[in-house]
Protein backbone atom coordinates (compact mmCIF):
# COMPACT_ATOMS: atom_id res chain seq x y z
CA UNK A 1 0.00 0.00 0.00
CA UNK A 2 1.52 3.48 -0.81
CA UNK A 3 -0.02 6.66 0.35
CA UNK A 4 0.49 9.64 -2.19
CA UNK A 5 0.59 13.75 -0.78
CA UNK A 6 1.44 16.30 -3.63
CA UNK A 7 2.25 19.81 -3.20
CA UNK A 8 4.25 22.77 -4.45
CA UNK A 9 1.12 24.10 -6.40
CA UNK A 10 -0.36 27.52 -6.34
CA UNK A 11 -0.72 30.82 -9.04
CA UNK A 12 2.49 31.43 -11.18
CA UNK A 13 2.71 34.15 -14.13
CA UNK A 14 3.37 32.29 -17.58
CA UNK A 15 7.14 32.08 -18.11
CA UNK A 16 7.72 31.19 -14.49
CA UNK A 17 8.38 27.97 -13.02
CA UNK A 18 6.91 25.80 -10.05
CA UNK A 19 8.22 22.65 -8.58
CA UNK A 20 5.75 20.16 -7.16
CA UNK A 21 6.56 17.48 -4.78
CA UNK A 22 5.13 13.98 -4.13
CA UNK A 23 5.58 12.33 -0.71
CA UNK A 24 5.12 8.61 -0.50
CA UNK A 25 4.78 6.54 2.48
CA UNK A 26 5.19 2.87 2.69
CA UNK A 27 8.08 1.07 2.52
CA UNK A 28 8.67 -0.13 -0.98
CA UNK A 29 8.74 3.27 -2.57
CA UNK A 30 11.79 2.25 -4.64
CA UNK A 31 9.89 -0.27 -6.40
CA UNK A 32 7.53 1.73 -8.10
CA UNK A 33 7.13 3.44 -11.29
CA UNK A 34 5.66 6.98 -10.74
CA UNK A 35 3.83 9.28 -12.81
CA UNK A 36 2.51 12.76 -12.90
CA UNK A 37 -1.08 13.64 -15.00
CA UNK A 38 -3.20 16.37 -14.86
CA UNK A 39 -6.41 17.48 -15.35
CA UNK A 40 -8.20 20.84 -16.49
CA UNK A 41 -11.55 21.81 -15.75
CA UNK A 42 -13.97 20.41 -18.71
CA UNK A 43 -11.20 17.99 -20.21
CA UNK A 44 -9.63 14.70 -19.52
CA UNK A 45 -7.29 13.21 -17.47
CA UNK A 46 -3.53 14.30 -19.41
CA UNK A 47 -0.68 12.27 -19.22
CA UNK A 48 2.51 14.89 -17.98
CA UNK A 49 5.74 12.28 -16.91
CA UNK A 50 6.52 8.99 -15.77
CA UNK A 51 9.99 7.83 -14.23
CA UNK A 52 11.49 4.33 -13.74
CA UNK A 53 12.04 2.68 -10.23
CA UNK A 54 15.97 3.89 -10.47
CA UNK A 55 15.49 7.17 -12.32
CA UNK A 56 17.40 6.41 -15.37
CA UNK A 57 14.59 6.25 -17.43
CA UNK A 58 11.64 8.87 -18.15
CA UNK A 59 8.72 9.53 -20.39
CA UNK A 60 6.92 12.94 -21.06
CA UNK A 61 3.98 13.94 -22.52
CA UNK A 62 3.98 15.58 -25.82
CA UNK A 63 2.58 19.03 -24.15
CA UNK A 64 5.30 19.51 -21.82
CA UNK A 65 8.76 17.75 -23.64
CA UNK A 66 11.45 20.18 -23.24
CA UNK A 67 9.66 22.39 -20.00
CA UNK A 68 9.21 19.55 -17.56
CA UNK A 69 11.40 17.71 -15.79
CA UNK A 70 10.48 14.68 -13.52
CA UNK A 71 12.87 13.55 -10.68
CA UNK A 72 12.74 10.97 -7.98
CA UNK A 73 14.44 10.89 -4.63
CA UNK A 74 14.16 6.91 -3.59
CA UNK A 75 15.87 8.18 0.01
CA UNK A 76 12.83 10.85 0.82
CA UNK A 77 10.46 8.62 -1.15
CA UNK A 78 9.61 11.95 -2.74
CA UNK A 79 9.24 12.14 -6.70
CA UNK A 80 9.52 15.68 -8.11
CA UNK A 81 7.92 17.58 -11.32
CA UNK A 82 9.92 20.27 -12.34
CA UNK A 83 7.98 22.90 -14.27
CA UNK A 84 9.78 25.87 -16.13
CA UNK A 85 8.08 27.79 -18.95
CA UNK A 86 4.81 27.36 -18.03
CA UNK A 87 2.20 28.44 -20.10
CA UNK A 88 -1.63 29.54 -19.59
CA UNK A 89 -2.77 26.06 -20.86
CA UNK A 90 -0.42 24.18 -18.27
CA UNK A 91 -3.10 25.07 -15.80
CA UNK A 92 -5.01 22.10 -13.94
CA UNK A 93 -4.82 19.90 -11.18
CA UNK A 94 -1.42 17.70 -11.07
CA UNK A 95 -2.14 13.93 -9.71
CA UNK A 96 1.20 12.11 -8.62
CA UNK A 97 0.54 8.22 -9.12
CA UNK A 98 2.45 4.93 -8.31
CA UNK A 99 2.68 1.52 -9.98
CA UNK A 100 3.67 -1.57 -9.37
CA UNK A 101 5.60 -2.43 -12.65
CA UNK A 102 8.95 -1.70 -14.43
CA UNK A 103 7.23 -0.57 -17.85
CA UNK A 104 6.39 3.13 -18.07
CA UNK A 105 3.21 4.31 -19.18
CA UNK A 106 1.13 7.07 -19.48
CA UNK A 107 -2.33 5.37 -19.04
CA UNK A 108 -3.99 6.19 -15.91
CA UNK A 109 -6.11 3.01 -15.59
CA UNK A 110 -2.62 1.49 -15.45
CA UNK A 111 -1.57 3.06 -11.93
CA UNK A 112 -2.45 1.46 -8.63
CA UNK A 113 -2.35 4.41 -6.56
CA UNK A 114 -2.84 8.11 -6.80
CA UNK A 115 -2.36 11.30 -4.87
CA UNK A 116 -5.40 14.12 -3.79
CA UNK A 117 -3.90 16.38 -6.45
CA UNK A 118 -2.41 19.64 -6.19
CA UNK A 119 -3.77 22.91 -8.03
CA UNK A 120 -1.72 25.20 -10.53
CA UNK A 121 -3.19 28.24 -12.05
CA UNK A 122 -0.97 29.59 -14.89
CA UNK A 123 -2.19 33.12 -15.35
CA UNK A 124 -1.36 34.79 -18.85
Given at each position: ?????????????????????????????????????????????????????????????????????I????????V?????????????????A?R?????????????Y???????????
Amino acid sequence: QVQLVESGGGLVQAVGSLRLSCAASGRTFSTYTMGWFRQAPGKEREFVAAISWSGGRTQYGDSVKGRFTISRDNGKKTVYLLMNSLKFEDTAVYYCAAREGAVLVHFGIEYDYWGQGTQVTVSS
